[in-house]
Structures are given as structure tokens and as C-alpha cells.
């Protein structure tokens, strides 16, 4: 055991995308347990780029047309998914049978027939899935599920959690995320955030849904949603309120219990995030300045799989959330009708 875990497994990333470039590939030059060993993108330009910057040899980069090639490849054991929203699954799948682990990027597919779908190659593939969700990494919201458990200020009784962004401006472009085909929608790029933070600080899973969704500005959010209110029944009675957007910035997850209350404002930036109890308890456990979270993920998935040892976010955590989303979008459409949430 001690062996394999002294082994570095390389990663290769699928979709030299924005994050991958802030983010992901900085991180792993953090990480202890992998390393970024691949490239897999549509701009060879892009790519000879990364090659100069990380030395990645030829025989180690892809284009999206010959990366089933990546299954003769030992120096990869992960496909880290970084790709708009609408091609994970076609990419998580096309990896898992090549026989790599699949790392993929949140939200983990449009819907959770496609979650599903990738869950189910991975397995027939005998490769791990593991879903992008830093913030199960962070100490801070590990703190609150714990309390979710443990309960020292009783149990929850109004909970709200609040993601969003002020990201667009001006005429739009070519940019996927105003694309609802491809996966443009608030509830795609930053719900998941707030209906996963209110799963976790609940420590339930929740069984209905109640939503609507708003457009302020259609000039910009052309057929798509700008922001969605959702409010999320859980087993106990429990309402939690959260609100995503891609048209104002917001970051705040509150929790108001029988004896206290504990919010973390914000909570899902990638450092910095910070909070406090009602009797004075400062929260800012945080693993340190960006990119650390994305190490620490990726770390604890490569220890997961080297381990042998459960993943922190497996694909069916990713899978909860899209059966809410789904719920969600239905009673958008039937206007903010209560939508019950399918069970695995
Ligand atoms: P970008 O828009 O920056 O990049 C997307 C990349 O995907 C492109 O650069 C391109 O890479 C590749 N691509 C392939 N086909 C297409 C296509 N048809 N249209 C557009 N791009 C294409 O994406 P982001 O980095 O912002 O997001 C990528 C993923 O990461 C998303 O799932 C997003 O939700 C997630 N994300 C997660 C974050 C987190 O905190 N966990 C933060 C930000 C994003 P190439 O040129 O190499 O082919």
C-alpha cells in the first residue's frame, strides 16, 4: 500500500479551458500524488504553447479526434474533463473506455440521465469517477457538514445558500456559457454550488423543489436563464432557500439552527472563503491562497484511487445534484409548480 501510494499518477487534462489555465494545471505543479502528464485540445497553437510551459512531451498530447490514442498511454491514468458542460459526458465516457479514471468538471452533465450514463462506463470500465467539487475539499465546508451531523446548535431550521456572478456585459459573444444548448445556464455554472452547499449543511438529501427563474436583462441572456430561485424541501420539513445567477454576484451560505446560527460569507470563492457562528466563532480554516482547494482535490482523488479508498465527490454525488436540477427545471417550466425529486 505505502508503495503505491508514493506513485504519481498523471493527468492529463481534456479541454485547455480557462480554468484549466488558471487553475488546474498550477495546482498540479502543488500536488504530491499527480502530476500533469497530458493535453488534450482543439488549438494545436494552444497546446505547443502548454508544451513549452510543462514540457509534456508530443506523445503525450491529443486532439478531441484521436484521444481514444490516450488508451496505449501508461505516463496517463486520469482524464481531468474541463470541457463546456455539454461535452462531459461524451468525453467522461470516450476516457472511461480507454480505460482511464475520470476526473470531470462540475456540473458533471446537462442532465442525470447523462450523469447516469457516465457512471455507469465508468463502472463497466472498472476506472473511477470523481467529480470537480473543491469545495467538499475545503475545511470550512467540512465543518459545516459536520455540524450538519453533530448538530451542536440543533437541528437547522432555515437555511439559505447564494451563488452567483455579475459576469456578462456588453454585446455578447461566441461564449458557451450564454448558450443554453451547450450549458449556459446560472443553474449549470453556479447552482450546483448552492444546492450541493445546502444538501451537505442540511446533511439531507432533498425530496422537492419549487422554482423560478428571472431574466433582467434578455438582450444579454438570449433564451436562457439569468437568475433561479429555488426552494428545496427536505424529508424533515426543512425549506432551504437558494438563489444562483450569472447576472449578480452573490456568495453566502446561513444555516439558522433551534440554538444558534453559522454563516460563511462568502463560501465558495476558491480561497478566502470565511464565516462565523452566533456565539463568535471566526471560521476561516482555509487551505491557502489559490490554487491550493484544486490541489487538495486533486490530491485527495489520486489518493482515493492509489488507496483504493472511497472519492470524497464520486460520480453519484455529482448525480444527487443533477436529479435536482432536473426537478428544478421542470417547475421553472410549469411555473414554480412543486416538482418531486427522482431517487436513485
Ligand atoms: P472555457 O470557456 O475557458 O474553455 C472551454 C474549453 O473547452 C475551450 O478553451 C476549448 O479548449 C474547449 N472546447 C472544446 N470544444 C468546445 C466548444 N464547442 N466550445 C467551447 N469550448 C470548447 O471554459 P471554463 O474553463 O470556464 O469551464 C470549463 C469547465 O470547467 C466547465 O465545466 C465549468 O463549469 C468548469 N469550471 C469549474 C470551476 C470550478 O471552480 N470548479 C471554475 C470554472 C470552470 P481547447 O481550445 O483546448 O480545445
Redesign the pocket.
Request: charged fraction near 25%; charge should be positive.
Given at each position: 500500500m505505502v508503495a503505491a501510494v508514493q506513485r504519481k499518477l498523471g493527468v492529463a487534462l481534456v479541454?485547455?479551458?480557462?480554468?484549466?489555465?488558471g487553475?488546474l494545471a498550477p495546482a498540479l505543479q502543488l500536488t504530491q500524488h499527480c502530476k500533469l502528464a497530458g493535453l488534450?485540445?482543439?488549438?494545436r497553437e494552444?497546446?505547443a504553447a502548454w508544451q513549452r510551459e510543462y514540457a509534456i512531451p508530443d506523445r503525450n498530447v491529443y486532439t478531441?479526434d484521436d484521444f481514444e490514442r490516450i488508451a496505449e498511454n501508461d505516463d496517463i491514468d486520469v482524464a481531468y474533463i474541463?470541457?463546456?458542460?455539454s461535452?462531459?459526458a461524451e468525453y467522461a465516457i470516450r476516457a472511461a473506455k480507454a480505460g482511464k479514471h475520470v476526473w470531470c468538471?462540475?456540473?458533471m452533465a446537462m442532465d442525470s440521465a447523462e450523469a447516469q450514463s457516465m457512471i455507469d462506463a465508468c463502472n463497466a470500465n472498472k476506472v473511477r469517477l470523481s467529480i470537480?467539487?473543491?469545495l467538499l475539499h475545503d475545511p470550512l465546508m467540512q465543518q459545516v457538514a459536520a455540524w450538519a451531523r453533530e448538530q451542536p446548535y440543533g437541528k437547522p431550521l432555515r437555511l439559505s445558500a447564494e451563488a452567483g456572478y455579475d459576469g456578462f456585459h456588453g454585446v455578447p459573444g461566441d461564449?458557451?456559457?450564454l448558450d443554453p444548448a451547450?450549458?449556459g445556464n446560472p443553474l449549470?455554472?453556479m447552482g450546483v454550488y448552492a444546492i450541493n452547499a445546502a444538501r451537505h449543511a442540511s446533511g439531507m438529501e432533498p425530496v422537492a423543489v419549487s422554482a423560478r427563474a428571472e431574466v433582467a436583462r434578455p438582450e444579454v441572456f438570449r433564451g436562457m436563464e439569468e437568475t433561479m430561485r429555488l426552494a428545496l424541501e427536505f424529508p424533515d420539513g426543512l425549506v432551504a432557500h437558494c438563489v444562483t445567477s450569472v447576472g449578480e454576484a452573490m456568495n453566502r451560505l446561513r444555516v439558522e439552527c433551534e440554538r444558534g446560527w453559522y454563516e460563511l460569507s462568502p463560501y465558495q470563492f476558491?480561497d478566502s472563503n470565511r464565516g462565523i457562528t452566533s456565539d463568535g466563532i471566526v471560521l476561516d480554516a482555509t487551505l491557502g491562497a489559490k490554487p491550493r482547494m484544486?490541489a487538495q482535490q486533486m490530491d485527495d482523488d489520486a489518493l482515493a484511487i492509489l488507496g483504493g479508498a472511497p472519492s470524497l465527490a464520486p460520480g453519484e454525488e455529482g448525480l444527487r445534484d443533477m436529479r435536482v436540477i432536473d426537478a428544478a427545471f421542470a417547475s421553472a417550466k410549469a411555473g414554480g409548480a412543486r416538482v418531486e425529486i427522482t431517487r436513485g
Open positions: 479541454g485547455l479551458s480557462g480554468y484549466a489555465r487553475l488534450v485540445s482543439g488549438s494552444k497546446a478531441y474541463v470541457l463546456p458542460t461535452l462531459h468538471e462540475k456540473p470537480g467539487y473543491r461564449d458557451w456559457r451547450r450549458g449549470y455554472d476558491y484544486q
